[in-house]
Structure formats: structure tokens, C-alpha cells
């Protein structure tokens, strides 16, 4: 099973980036699916998750009305658009799938099943 993020780089305040996760390995149509964060020195943080079907979304209250997470399910990945970045949305992004029933386990990085390496976002003010 793997996921592999991709879509990081560096961009100035007010700038956008869309992140991808391809998922490979196995099917993931029974999966949520999720995007977190850390920062240097800060613990790993929720930022958005959907269900494979993509008729449920959860954000993080920092990037709601900025960032959007999407899924393709014929090509196996998740998308995760942000806009209006702010140099504290700087981190090490990661993409995750857990095999849970419920969206709200989402906001805890320990209920993840599988994890993908990270991409590094930066952003410049």
C-alpha cells in the first residue's frame, strides 16, 4: 500500500498550491481520506478529509474557505487545493487513509491506517 503525495513547493502569501495523493496498493473505495500538516517544532495537525465517495468533507478551522479537498476516484487520488496562503500554513504536508466509519476520527493523526511521505509547502510573506 502506498500514497504519494506531491504538489509542494514554495509560494508567496496569497498564492495557491494543489496538493495530490495518489493512492496505489489497493482499493480504497471503503477509506477516508485526509490531508495533515506539521510545522517545525509543532505536533502533526487534521487540515481536511473526505470520504472516497466525496459526499463528506471536514476542514480544520484554520483553512476553511481556502483550501478545498477533493477526490478522483477513476484515478485513485485526492486532491487538496489551497488558496490565500499564509506563511503559518508552512508545514510538511502528508496525506493519510484510515479505514474507519465515521469522518470526525479524521481530526486525530493517530486513527490512520496508512500514511504517505510528506510535501513541503512554503510559503513567503
Known amino acids: 500500500v502506498q500514497l504519494q503525495a506531491s504538489g509542494g513547493g514554495l509560494v508567496q502569501a496569497g498564492g495557491s498550491l494543489r496538493l495530490s495523493c495518489a493512492a496505489s496498493g489497493r482499493t480504497f473505495s471503503n477509506y477516508l481520506m485526509g490531508w495533515f500538516r506539521q510545522a517545525p517544532g509543532k505536533e502533526r495537525e487534521f487540515v481536511a478529509a473526505?470520504?472516497?465517495?466525496?459526499?463528506?468533507?471536514l476542514y480544520a478551522d484554520s483553512v476553511k474557505g481556502r483550501f478545498t479537498i477533493s477526490g478522483d476516484d477513476a484515478k485513485n487520488t485526492v486532491y487538496l487545493q489551497m488558496n490565500s496562503l499564509k506563511p503559518d500554513d508552512t508545514a510538511v504536508y502528508y496525506c493519510?487513509?484510515?479505514?474507519?466509519?465515521?469522518?470526525?476520527?479524521?481530526?486525530?493523526?493517530?486513527?490512520?491506517?496508512?500514511w504517505g511521505k510528506g510535501t513541503q509547502v512554503t510559503v513567503s510573506s
Open positions: 473526505i470520504t472516497w465517495r466525496g459526499d463528506s468533507t
Open positions: 493519510a487513509a484510515n479505514q474507519a466509519l465515521f469522518i470526525a476520527t479524521m481530526y486525530q493523526p493517530r486513527n490512520m491506517n496508512y
